[in-house]
């Protein structure tokens, strides 16, 4: 017979004491996770596995969501932010719950983070003598800056899984031993050359991974997907979720608007993909 209540915290009371710890334990305050979380919150995941820590505990994933600049700003923290919370996380939870947590998460954060300079652009418009910018317009530039951050965040969260995966596997230099189709090499010689045209843009990154489509992410994976098969279940899951972001990412590049169906496609998706590679990132 288990004494196991079965009972999980409430997310709110566990993420208040995971950030207490984080805040005032002294092997954990210095190492700036705390400010990384500060506006985030988390969600406890259990499921019907057991978690083979304690024969008769559950498996358990804490989720924790922050604010999507952060979250891209913060890409090489993540790992051994994970390993941290895992431990405190651990901790934190009850023993006579009956839940073992087993797996962190991090990822950006759908409705958390103001735009300011949007606010600044409505500001100016509303204060104009002419009304140039309808209610109508300014509600929908909310809503597709919402959009294109979520989908920078996705796409951006794609590159430092492929750079990850296929740094580990061949080294830093791993580009010239990979099979790269020739649209995207002549793609990535004509963004370099055009970069270095114009020095008053700041650069895409010290790898080529940083001078690919969004779309040509899906072709990388595709034409080297032996390094990629064992976190997908198969590459048309992974490349027709890219190629349908790509779509709606095509949409906002050129002011158009997207709709509920393809807000909640890539609010989907992105749920999708980032779970799936969220390990590894």
């Not at 499921?47 to 924790?64: I, L």
Request: net charge negative; hydrophobic share 35%.
């Amino acid at each position: 017979m288990s004494d196991f209540t079965y009972e999980l915290p409430e997310d709110k009371v566990f993420f208040d004491a995971v950030m207490s710890i984080l805040a005032h334990d002294i092997q954990y305050r210095d190492t700036g996770y705390y400010h990384l979380l500060r506006d985030g919150y988390c969600e406890i995941s259990d499921s019907s596995t057991f978690s083979q820590k304690r024969w008769n505990a559950m498996y358990t994933t804490v989720n924790f969501y922050i604010p999507k600049d952060v979250f891209a700003s913060n890409a090489s923290l993540l790992p051994e932010a994970k390993n941290i919370l895992l431990k405190v996380c651990q901790t934190v939870m009850p023993p006579n719950a009956g839940y073992d947590v087993m797996k962190i998460n991090i990822s950006p954060s759908l409705s958390i983070g103001q735009h300011d300079i949007l606010n600044d652009i409505i500001s100016t418009a509303n204060n104009s003598k002419l009304d140039i910018l309808s209610d109508d317009v300014k509600q929908k530039g909310k809503e597709m800056s919402e959009l294109y951050v979520t989908l920078y965040c996705v796409e951006n969260s794609l590159r430092n899984f492929i750079d990850t995966v296929l740094s580990n596997a061949l080294g830093d230099n791993y580009f010239s031993l990979i099979s790269v189709p020739n649209d995207i090499a002549k793609g990535i010689a004509t963004r370099k050359k055009e970069e270095s045209q114009n020095k008053w843009l700041p650069l895409r990154g010290d790898k080529d991974i940083y001078y690919l489509d969004f779309i040509d992410l899906a072709k990388l994976i595709q034409n080297n997907w032996e390094y990629f098969k064992a976190y997908f279940p198969s590459q048309g899951w992974i490349s027709t979720k890219i190629e349908e972001l790509y779509k709606v990412r095509c949409l906002i590049a050129h002011n158009s608007y997207a709709g509920d169906d393809e807000k909640d496609m890539v609010a989907l998706y992105y749920k999708q993909i980032v779970k799936q590679i969220g390990s590894h990132i």
